[in-house]
């Protein structure tokens, strides 16, 4: 994987469902700045810029990197715009540490977002292609067969999603950034909610928020601050219309996670890793993610969940942060988790802090989990 | 830097109107000719350029790794840029040193819309955008601005044209880039795969910049971006036989030759260049494989490539390809 690389800067956005006070631009420089701060740098200190985000069609403006330049001081640097569906927030940390990795350049301040108020994001995921059927669905209606396969599967209990969405919104109320914050949330209000696509009730499905984050990288002699190394990065992605792929549990993110974990020598992720940010939109995926990752066996994972191991004081937290659950600026999402790890090592994580936190797991997944980006980024020096 | 070297290239025969072809099938022929030209059917990192506006549709990359036949699952990103940054990403991926093959593609099918307002659609959405500049209209402000003699390089673009069986057949010369529908791939190979194959465009240099979004904040005569991108590639650094160039309106061309800095000699765009056949984000990877191509053929034995991105030549990509290493 080349050369050293660690995180020495994160910035976010409070996630919100309307920025209303910013432009697109702005919500991007917020983030870039408070990431460059917390290096103690400034984008002259700038090598490269990285940015990423979902589909173009979200905001109506298109290859926007033309247009966020000025506001990310990339003029006069190379800019680069990575698109990889939800996946993109990770795989854009990871092009930007494949910079350094590969020697190319020394600093890359990397930046993802998503104005979701600029649009409605379901109907820009449902357009209808000429020669094919329109689902209307949503990613919700996507993904909800998948989920009733697995509990099919599994024979988990019905009761396992709502655990999830509690679990989640309750960390995130030690999230300052969190955009879901609900005071009292408990299993009765989950389940009181609408169901929107069977087995998903409203509050177990990820929010539409305004937000950016910012995270700058850098090489080895270059660091400044206190950084989160990593480990390990890879990317996989599989066919959507491959006959005969598990849809439930995709090799690509097998394989994915096969390799990050090779690279950053984890045997045992649950006992090796101290905490994970996954990217878990819908309630069941924590998981269908718990098995897909190897954190336990197949069809074990809602066991994990019910008896508490990926709760903030479990033996292997998933979302300290409230994840996905409770931010989703789509484009953004895999880049807060992978800096959610970053903060996480560095100590710097503050309420949601995992005590003693010095592995962590970034993960994303997008399309129709089909495309994987992982990292895994520690405190220690690789 | 670890040398790295273009291994094939293929395009499509591109056309002025859609045949019907979906984006996955596009493709298809390009991935199995770039297979076939350098022996490989798996690749360590797989990179690929294209844009959802010209399909209208979200996720236009994801039909295309049905025609890759992504199984078992690979390593894979995507930009949406021209697919010669996609190139780029997979350059910096081969220095690594842990991946020895690259695969990249690029497509785009802009007669299924109106591509000159879709452009538009690029612009800073709060304060150029509502102007309604079309790409027309921007490309007209930094031609007025220009000087020189574009109806030659109209002329002479279409008269190199008419030895590319793979560009548009145009009745006569134009001085702005045909609507296209195309696609395009290159493998790259390093480490052990230099070994043992004799025909291959080395990669000496690749580094692109962007400039201010804003045209007025540029002066629209020069490309301070391209300059730069140029002397980071070394363009410079020895003489240039054949320059690709992406240039979609005959005025750029006497930009960005200023900005690479090309001696007098070089031949410019003996492909017929974008103003002949300009399948959007597959064009500029294109440029990069016909300078590859007068490499591997013993035409140039130095040849520059060039992309660009953004209104009015905002972002650009240069890319020094030799025989030698």
Not at chain 1, 156 to 176: C, E, F, M, Q, S
């Amino acid at each position: 994987m080349g050369n050293r690389c660690a995180v020495i800067g994160v910035g976010q956005t409070h996630y919100t469902t309307r920025r209303r006070d910013v432009s697109m631009a702005g919500l991007v420089r917020e983030a870039a700045l408070r990431a460059l701060e917390d290096a103690g740098l400034t984008f002259a200190d700038i090598d490269a810029v990285v940015v990423g985000k979902a589909p173009d069609l979200f905001e109506g403006v298109m290859m926007p990197e033309a247009y966020l330049a000025d506001a990310l001081g990339a003029a006069g640097k190379p800019m680069m715009r990575v698109h990889t569906a939800g996946s993109v927030g990770g795989s854009t940390a990871l092009v930007g540490a494949s910079l350094i990795q590969g020697g190319v350049h020394d600093r890359v301040l990397v930046v993802a977002y998503e104005k979701q108020s600029e649009s409605n994001a379901t109907w820009a995921l449902t357009t209808h292609l000429p020669f094919t059927s329109s689902l209307v669905v949503g990613a919700g209606g996507y993904f909800a067969p998948h989920i009733r396969e697995y509990m099919r599967r599994s024979g988990a209990p019905d009761h396992i999603g709502t655990l999830v969405a509690v679990k989640d919104r309750l960390n995130a109320l030690k999230n300052p950034y969190a955009h879901l914050r609900i005071p009292g949330i408990d299993r009765a209000m989950v389940e009181s909610t609408p169901m929107l696509w069977e087995p998903i009730r409203y509050l177990e499905t990820c929010p539409s928020s305004d937000g950016a984050c910012a995270i700058v990288l850098s090489s080895e002699h270059a660091v400044t601050g206190t950084p989160a190394w990593v480990h390990g990065g890879a990317m996989r992605s599989e066919p959507i219309f491959r006959a005969g792929r598990d849809t439930v549990s995709p090799q690509a993110g097998i394989d994915c996670a096969a390799d990050v974990y090779r690279q950053a020598g984890v045997t045992d992720p649950r006992r090796d890793l101290d905490v994970a940010e996954v990217y878990v939109p819908f309630s069941w995926y924590e998981p269908m993610w718990l098995e897909n990752l190897g954190f336990c066996g197949v069809n074990e994972g809602w066991k994990l969940t019910e008896a508490g191991a990926t709760a903030l004081d479990g033996d292997i937290p998933w979302n300290a942060s409230g994840g996905v659950l409770s931010s989703n600026p789509i484009g953004a999402s895999g880049l807060i988790r992978f800096a959610e790890a970053a903060l996480q090592v560095r100590g710097m994580a503050g309420e949601h802090q995992v005590e003693g936190a010095r592995k962590a797991l970034g993960h994303a997944y997008g399309g129709g989990a089909q495309f994987f980006a992982m990292w895994i980024v520690g405190a220690e020096k690789p | 830097m670890r040398p790295v070297a273009v291994a094939a290239f293929a395009q499509t025969t591109h056309t002025d109107h859609d045949t019907g072809l979906a984006e996955a099938e596009l493709i298809l022929p390009v991935i199995r000719a770039v297979r076939e030209q350098s022996g490989l059917t798996e690749f360590g990192f797989t990179c690929s350029g294209s844009c959802d506006y010209l399909a209208g549709a979200p996720f236009s990359f994801v039909s295309a790794l049905d025609a890759l036949g992504a199984w078992p699952p690979i390593q894979e990103s995507h930009v949406e840029m021209d697919a010669a940054f996609a190139l780029y990403e997979a350059w910096v991926r081969l220095q690594h040193g842990d991946v020895d093959s690259a695969l990249v593609y690029g497509f785009g099918k802009s007669s299924m819309g109106d591509l000159r307002e879709i452009m538009t659609l690029q612009l800073d959405p709060y304060y150029l955008a509502p102007l309604g500049l079309d790409q027309l209209s921007y490309a007209g402000l930094q031609r007025s601005a220009v000087k020189g003699d574009f109806p030659a390089v109209a002329r002479r673009s279409w008269e190199s044209a008419q030895t590319n069986p793979y560009a548009l057949k145009l009745p006569e010369p134009v001085e702005t880039a045909p609507i296209t529908d195309g696609a395009a791939a290159i493998v790259l190979v390093a480490g052990d795969l230099l070994q043992d194959r004799t025909n291959l465009a080395y990669i000496t240099g690749i580094a692109h910049r962007i400039d201010p979004h804003y045209p007025g904040m540029r002066d629209l005569t020069r490309s301070a971006s391209a300059a730069a991108a140029a002397t980071a590639a070394g363009v410079g650094k020895g003489p240039v036989d054949v320059a690709e160039l992406h240039v979609q309106f005959a005025h750029e061309e006497i930009v960005l030759a200023e900005a690479l800095g090309l001696p007098a000699g070089t031949v410019v765009n003996p492909s017929g260049g974008p103003l002949a056949a300009n399948p959007v984000m597959a064009t500029g990877l294109i440029r990069i494989g016909e300078a590859a191509s007068r490499v591997m053929d013993g035409t140039a034995a130095r040849a520059v490539a060039h992309a660009t991105s953004g209104p009015c030549l905002q972002h650009n990509l240069v890319a020094v390809l030799s025989r030698e290493s």
